[in-house]
């Protein structure tokens, strides 16, 4: 990335690993482990979306709860940057961690769980701010009333409890929530996928201009590939707990360089029926992060597989300015983007 020397990082991951033991007998005998992150390296920018994607069981949402240590890390290191002050995020206390969980939330995935239905609006968002004992009621009750018309809701809606509110409603009620101690960091764990596609695209705007306002910097869990695209200004993607390829968004959806990554792209659904799409097919069965292959992980369902593949485990470098490839043969692959991806229209007979 050519300005990213010139940016100043708000988060490093180095090495970060979230093992997951495997017990057997009743003895419980730890016999393996499910390598669900497996040495991730990675940096995020201030006031940047990264967007993190990748088939279900690559580890993007493990990913993300380690790094807030909701789960606790196997091993590695989360550094996190808040203005001058630098702070090992992975050697802190369970006491120390909740002295900046202000700068760092979380938007989760199922807005029907993710609200405590006993609570109302109100309670639900003012509860950070209260469990900080920082504001006094008069301060959360004039802020919890900012928030909830920021999110496109009513004041009138405060008194009400979850139920009586659709999906993309709670999912506001759940940004106005991760929003009240003003963070700096958000993981937003597929934040739009329950959601119609109309509210989607309210939710993503909503989302936008809430990091306009507050310079928010957020890594976007998503499948789905076009909604990425759209909000991110980088993409990683990962397979069986490792990045396999980052870069920005426009030079990995058009120039891809890891064979993983052309297969996501060909995925894709195109609006236009008349349009056909190359699809690349993947051979083999999905991998297993408790039983991960030699080499390469993606060698066993790669097309382009050689014996290096087979035999030594890629390492994430940098290929081009800020385009970071896990592949031996980078290099040498001539990849299908989303132009060469589409075919043209069929011809009406």
């Known amino acids: ?74 091993d590695g290191k989360i550094i996190f940057h808040f203005g001058d002050k630098t702070v090992d995020f992975s050697a802190l206390t369970r006491q ?73 409603q709670r999912q506001r009620i759940g940004i106005a929530r991760s929003l009240a101690m003003q963070p700096k960091f958000v993981v937003a764990d597929e934040a739009v996928s329950a959601l119609d596609v109309s509210i989607q695209a309210q939710i993503l705007n909503l989302l936008q201009d809430m990091k306009d306002q507050y310079g928010l910097t957020y890594m976007f869990i998503a499948h789905n590939l076009s909604v990425v695209e759209h909000i991110s200004d980088r993409v990683c993607v990962m397979y069986l707990g490792r990045v396999v390829e980052l870069a920005e968004t426009e030079e990995l959806f058009y120039h891809p360089r890891h064979p993983y990554t052309e297969v996501l792209m060909s995925a894709i659904p195109v609006a236009d029926p008349t349009t056909d799409t190359k699809r690349v097919e993947l051979k083999g069965d999905a991998g297993n992060a408790a039983h991960l292959p030699s080499g390469c ?17 890629p390492q994430l470098r940098e290929i081009s300015p800020g385009h970071f490839t896990a592949c031996h043969l980078a290099d040498q692959l001539k990849l299908s983007g989303l132009e060469e991806l589409k075919l043209t229209a069929k011809k009406e007979e």
């Open 1 to 74: 990335m050519s300005e990213e020397k010139d940016r100043k990082p708000i988060l490093e991951v180095k090495g970060l690993k979230k093992y997951y033991p495997i017990e057997k007998g009743l003895s419980k005998r730890v016999v393996g482990y499910v390598k669900a992150v497996n040495d991730v390296n990675l940096t995020i920018y201030q006031n940047e979306v990264l967007g993190v994607v990748g088939e279900s069981g690559c580890g993007k949402t493990t990913l993300g709860r380690t790094i807030l240590r909701l789960l606790e890390p196997t």
């Open 96 to 168: 120390e961690v909740r002295d900046y969980r202000k700068y760092l939330q979380m938007i989760f995935q199922n807005p029907y769980t993710s609200l405590n239905p006993r609570m109302t609006v109100f309670d639900i968002i003012a509860e950070p701010m209260r469990l900080s004992k920082a504001f006094t009621e008069e301060q959360i009750t004039e802020r919890v009333r900012k928030l909830i018309t920021q999110v496109g809701l009513e004041v009138r809606h405060l008194n009400r409890y979850p139920h009586a509110f659709s999906g993309g």
């Open 297 to 313: 992980p993606f060698h066993p369902r790669c097309r382009y597989g050689k014996e290096i593949c087979r035999q030594e485990l």
